[in-house]
Structures are given as C-alpha cells and as structure tokens.
T-cell receptor, first 114, second 112 residues
Framework: AQSVTQLGSHVSVSEGALVLLRCNYSSSVPPYLFWYVQYPNQGLQLLLK??????LVKGINGFEAEFKKSETSFHLTKPSAHMSDAAEYFCAVSGDSGYSTLTFGKGTMLLVSP | DGGITQSPKYLFRKEGQNVTLSCEQNLNHDAMYWYRQDPGQGLRLIYYSQIVNDFQKGDIAEGYSVSREKKESFPLTVTSAQKNPTAFYLC???????????FGPGTRLTVL
C-alpha cells in the first residue's frame, strides 16, 4: 500500500525567503506524485505532478518539485515566498490498484510573515 | 466554464437524519471520487466510481452511500449510521487516463 509522510504540520517563512515543504512516499510501483494547494474553505488546486518524465517538475505560481527515487522524496520548493502563498499544501501518491486512487499526506500549513 | 460543482457549500443536519451532498461535473470525466477532510488528517477516500452504474468503497465507506446513474453526477448520502459526520467533504473527478484528479469547492457538513 502507498503512504505519504509530510514532515512538519506547520512551516513558517518570511516573505521573500525560500519555501521548502517536505514529502516522502512509499510505493511498490513507480509512482505518480502530486502537490495540491488548499486555501481556507476551498477545494484543492493542482500545483504540479510527476509522471515519470523529467525529475524536476515545474508548476504554477513559481513552485517546483524534484523527484528523487533514491530518497523516495518529492519536496516542494519556491525560491521566494509571497504572502499569497499562505495556504495548506498536500502531497499525494497514486495508488497501485484500481483506477488511480490517491493517498494523501496529512498536509503542511505554510505561514508567511511580512 | 468546465468544472466541478458541489452543493450546498454549507449544510446543517440534526442527528439521526440522512443527508445527500451533490457533485456534478461537466468535464466529461469518467472517474469521480468522494473524500472526507478533517483537521490534521489529510483527505480520506470514501467512495469512487470509474464508470456509470459502478462504484467501489474507499478507506472509510462505513455510514456512507453513493450512486452513479449519470456520468456527470455522483451524489453522496451521509446516513445516520455515520458516527461522526461533521467534516469537510470534497468531490473530485479524473479523465480516462486517470492520472490527475480535479477537485470541487467542497461542502462543509455540521451535525447539530
């Protein structure tokens, strides 16, 4: 079975600082990996996804993530945080049975201070 | 505009009552999903459907029921058997490749 671990339920950064949100996964098959963002009382918006092409994936809003098979990691980064980045971020891995069910991490709340 | 709609946005229910949450998509997606979100718990899969008139239980199906009579619609019923139904419910859909799920805006259910 797949699992996802997001290190840190809350991450605080200053505006303009580097954003690093960590995600480690376990999967018995080559995975598809996703990062989603959620603003308060809204649905999830896809930031980026890895589907076995390039290991460095660029997404929306200046975010990117690097797939590292040896470390079973898919960390999300952004060079310079903006106040509008404050939200909750979820890492997810595709299932290995059935039709692409997703297993989600518990989420990381990103706090951005001025 | 193509997308996924969920209604209502907020729903209040008395204990012992069944309630149905609506999910509609006009993306022509084959697969649809229901998740439950609780603070600090991430998203947990309730039910999913890959094709009309067929659906499968997810990780926490007890106390819930679904139907898939039309490709566009996947309503979720929260029954009185669900012990702790207060949560944020999210519907999603995915295309025939099934690789990427897209989410609706959610319904917040509160049991009074």
């Amino acid at each position: 079975a797949q699992s996802v671990t997001q290190l840190g339920s809350h991450v605080s950064v200053s505006e303009g600082a580097l954003v690093l949100l960590r995600c480690n996964y376990s999967s018995s098959v080559p995975p598809y990996l996703f990062w989603y963002v959620q603003y308060p009382n809204q649905g999830l918006q896809l930031l980026l996804k890895y589907t076995s092409a390039a290991t460095l994936v660029k997404g929306i809003n200046g975010f990117e993530a690097e797939f590292k098979k040896s470390e079973t990691s898919f960390h999300l980064t952004k060079p310079s945080a903006h106040m509008s980045d404050a939200a909750e971020y979820f890492c997810a891995v595709s299932g290995d049975s059935g039709y692409s069910t997703l297993t989600f991490g518990k989420g990381t709340m990103l706090l951005v201070s001025p | 505009d193509g997308g996924i709609t969920q209604s209502p946005k907020y729903l209040f229910r008395k204990e012992g009552q069944n309630v149905t949450l609506s999910c509609e998509q006009n993306l022509n997606h084959d697969a649809m999903y229901w998740y439950r979100q609780d603070p600090g718990q991430g998203l947990r899969l309730i039910y999913y459907s890959q094709i009309v008139n067929d659906f499968q239980k997810g990780d926490i199906a007890e106390g819930y029921s679904v139907s898939r009579e039309k490709k566009e619609s996947f309503p979720l019923t929260v029954t009185s058997a669900q012990k702790n139904p207060t949560a944020f419910y999210l519907c999603a859909s995915a295309d025939s490749a099934g690789n990427t799920q897209y989410f609706g805006p959610g319904t917040r259910l509160t049991v009074l």
